[in-house]
Structure formats: C-alpha cells, structure tokens
C-alpha cells in the first residue's frame, strides 16, 4: 500500500498477471510499476462467519471453485469459478485481480453484483468498504484509489434451500462470455418465488440485476409459462451495442435461452419440476 501511494497512477499491482501482463503484451496498459503482490499470503484465505463468506482478493480461481467452504455456503460462486478460462488460468488467475480489471464478459464481477457482496479496499488512509453493484463503474472501470488494493471480498452466505443457476455462452471453451446469466432463488412453502436476484452479465459496460424480472417472478410458481414470459421480458430489457459480430438481435436471443435454461435449472435445484 505505501508504495501504491508512492508511486501513484505509474503503478499497477500485479497477483496472477492474467490480465494485466496480456493488456501490456498489446500495449494497452504501460505502468512504469509493478507492485507484486504475491508475497501478501494474508490475502489468500476464505473465512466463513456470521453468515458472511469473506475471500481473500490473493486467492486462485481454482480454490474459489473447490474449497468445500465455498461449494457449501456459495455453490454459485464455485460453479462460475469453474468456468474461467482453462486449468492454468484458474491456477494463477486471483478473486481480486479479476475484479477490478472489471471485464463485463467476466464471471465473477456478475456473481459479486448477482449476490450482493462487498469489496473491501484498504490504503494507508484506511479501509474502505463498497457495493459490488457500485464498484463496477464501465468497462474496465471500477471505484478505487490510485493508492487503494483489493483486500478481500465478502459474499452474504446462500441459504441451503436456495436454488441457483449458472450459464453462459462463449465462442470456444474457456473464452470470455457473449452473454451470461446468473440467478439464485427461493420459494415459500407453496413453491411460489419469496426471492430471485437475476443477475446478467457481458450484454452491457458493466454486470447487473434484473430487478424487473426478480419483481415480475414475485409471488409466482415456475412453471413453463412463467419461465418464458420471464425470460422474455429478461431479452427486452436488455440493450446490447448492434455490432457485425454480436448483433443485438442474436445476444437476445442468447439472453431469452440463457434465462430459460438458468430458471428451469435453480427451479430444479430446489426440486421442483418443470
């Protein structure tokens, strides 16, 4: 932190280098810095306390996908965790560093804002504690200091009878999404929906909620009907950038299947059948 403060916007501190070193590879990101970060072991934990998970920004893909903490108190995050890239990337690649380099095709900035987790930024001024939703500002833009890093984040606990679904849609295995949806669900004793928090991913600057379709779903059982007019009203609301190469057109429909498959899945998780 003090040579954060030192040395300012020259500076960029480096964990698993899986994105940085590829932006500086194509010139699109020269520090005249680099403060290695990966003597902090400290920063490489999971804490599971009061119904809150904490990770540590220092800790690899590869654990937030495996460690029985996670996979029992937050099976969303582990499942998306194990979506990134290839084996090697999962290795190197860390919580923290995927965060705040802030790719809107990124799987765990969407499951930070899905869930409603806090980034906690530490400096030589203090701590500082940020909404996931209020952290990502565009793309590769977030809420931090030039003297501030990433300590840790901490996820609300998912309670064992929520249901939850991943899914995304890349090019090839292991490349960033086109789109991706993420979602976790409860349901009263009537199988009725008491919450949703519908979170979308790679269609917009930054991740986000759909708080219109968690609202519509209120109230509702899953059943086939209510899956489509959701994940229909999922494909309005978006609006994607109309390129050659990803019209509009296609990423809602991508979105609509996204949504499909991803309700149907949490609904089946929670054993219902739809």
């Known amino acids: 932190m003090a040579l954060m403060a030192r040395f300012g916007t020259e ?6 280098g899986q994105s940085l070193t590829p932006m500086m590879n194509m010139r699109i990101a020269r520090p005249a810095h680099l403060v290695d970060l990966n003597d902090l072991l400290e920063l490489d934990f999971i804490r599971v306390a009061d119904g809150v998970v904490e990770i540590g920004a220092m800790t690899r893909h590869a654990r937030v996908a495996s460690a029985p903490e996670v996979v029992r108190e937050l099976p969303l995050l ?51 504690i940020v909404a996931a939703q209020d952290f ?45 949806v993420a979602l976790a669900l409860d349901m009263d004793d009537a199988g009725r929906v008491s919450s949703l928090r519908f979170g979308i ?3 917009s600057p930054v991740p986000a909620r759909l708080e219109v379709v968690e609202q519509a779903a209120f109230g509702h059982q899953l059943q086939a009907g209510m899956i489509a ?17 990803l019209p509009a057109t296609y990423l809602r429909e991508l979105v609509d299947l996204l949504s499909r498959r991803s309700l149907k899945k949490a609904t089946e998780t929670l054993g219902e059948t739809v």
């Open 11 to 16: 500076a960029k501190p480096i964990s698993g």
């Open 78 to 128: 582990a499942e998306a965790a194990n979506t990134i890239g290839h084996y090697a990337i999962r290795q190197r690649g860390t919580l923290g560093g995927s965060l705040v380099h802030a790719d809107p095709a990124a799987q765990l900035p969407l499951i930070a804002v899905t869930l409603g987790a806090e980034i906690v930024l530490k400096s030589v001024r203090g701590l500082r």
């Open 136 to 180: 990502f500002l565009s793309i590769m833009t977030v809420d931090i200091a030039e003297d501030e890093i990433l300590t840790s984040v901490r996820f609300p606990a998912m309670g064992r009878s929520t249901g939850w679904a991943f899914d995304l849609v890349s090019r090839r295995r292991g490349d960033f999404a086109m789109a991706s």
């Open 201 to 203: 991913g790679g269609v």
């Open 229 to 245: 007019a959701l994940a229909a009203q999922a494909s309005a609301e978006i609006d994607p950038e109309d390129t050659p190469q």
